[in-house]
């Protein structure tokens, strides 16, 4: 009589072999059509959107900043001092996305433009998307942001 686990493990077993069998009788070229496409949809996004390119590089330069931080604070060779250093910077990068999401929200709730906004130290770098170049609208736009802190921050403004 044939157990559950032994059940489980045979059928594991068979997808496993299946996926061997399929991945190894796939053509060659049709990884390199998937490559080709992965290659072309990066240049696509920074052709349509800049506002969608420049959230998809930073969301990359996030994630690669959070896995070395992630792997500072889980190695068990790090001091404790770097342990805290490490936590604090995770615990900043994740309120300064809460704000550059809600600094877009409100750019977009009070001017009707999309944006996207990076925070770094006590600077604000906000790139609009619209062509023409307003200096009314982005002194409107640093007014309004700069309500939402306490401290004096450097903003600024760029239309693309």
């Excluded at 349509?48 to 420049?54: N, R, Y």
């Excluded at 906000?126 to 802190?149: G, P, V």
């Amino acid at each position: 009589m044939i157990n559950k686990q032994s059940l489980w493990f045979l059928t594991l077993f068979s997808i496993i072999l299946v996926l061997s069998v399929y991945y190894i009788a796939m053509p060659n070229n049709t990884l390199a059509t998937l490559s080709e496409l992965n290659n072309n949809s990066d240049i696509l996004i920074t052709q349509t959107d800049p506002l969608l390119a420049l959230r998809v590089e930073n969301d990359e330069e996030l994630e690669t900043t959070m896995n070395e931080l992630q792997s500072i604070l889980l190695n068990e060779n790090s001091s404790l001092e770097e342990r805290n250093t490490a936590y604090e910077t995770i615990q900043n990068l994740n309120s300064n996305k809460g704000k550059e999401n809600n600094i877009e929200k409100i750019i977009s709730d009070k001017f009707g433009y999309k944006s996207f906004v990076k925070i770094k130290n006590d600077s604000i770098s906000i790139t609009i998307s619209n062509k023409t170049h307003d200096t009314k609208l982005a002194n409107d736009i640093i007014r309004t942001i700069q309500n939402e802190y306490n401290n004096k921050m450097y903003i600024t403004v760029k239309f693309q």
